[in-house]
């Protein structure tokens, strides 16, 4: 389910029913487009944001206290609400870790901007060297993109790569397998 302003105080008393149902929730947060340039959603009204108020880090606690069925671990959300007001920087021009592709193969700057230069340059088979290193050009034409276009964002999955790839969490940890499993 998607959480906003609107719908974050039923957020807790619906995933402990849930629970009780053995029924597990994957909660995450509205973003909104920042710009015409944001093609993933016509959202715009900023006031849907969930701001990280203290309010609001309790509720997921309790949600961690009472072991309820969410579908990810509080290392993660720890960080996701530290962004959920869509003011994330993912610093891909620093750590490229996480590649979106358009159906006709052509690739993305996120996937939340299509971007310009990045899809008119760069199909998928084209960002690696022989070497396996990516690509100097795609990383200067990428990092363009983003100075040009990127307003933030909350995307979850650029912070659980980058969890990953810093080694500060395995997959294991910051999704709930055994419950998902049970
Ligand atoms: S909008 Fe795209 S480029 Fe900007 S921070 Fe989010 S993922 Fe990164």
Known sequence: MTIDRRNIEYIL????????LGICS??????ISHSNYYDFSNIKDNKLLVLPY????RQFNTMYVEHLNIHMGKSFYDKVLNVSGSNMDC???RDFNNLTIDADGSVRLCLRIRGNNTPNNFK?????MENGHLNKDFLNIISQDKEDYCLGCNWTCSIMAKMISDEMES???LIHTKKRGD
């Not at 203290?54 to 880090?57: F, G, M, T, W, Y």
Request: charged content about 30%.
């Open 13 to 20: 008393p619906l995933v402990r029913k849930l629970t009780k």
């Open 26 to 31: 994957d909660l995450t947060f509205i973003d």
């Open 54 to 57: 203290p309010s609001v880090h």
């Open 91 to 93: 610093e891909l021009e």
């Open 124 to 128: 998928v088979n084209e960002i690696f």
């Open 171 to 173: 997959s294991d940890n």
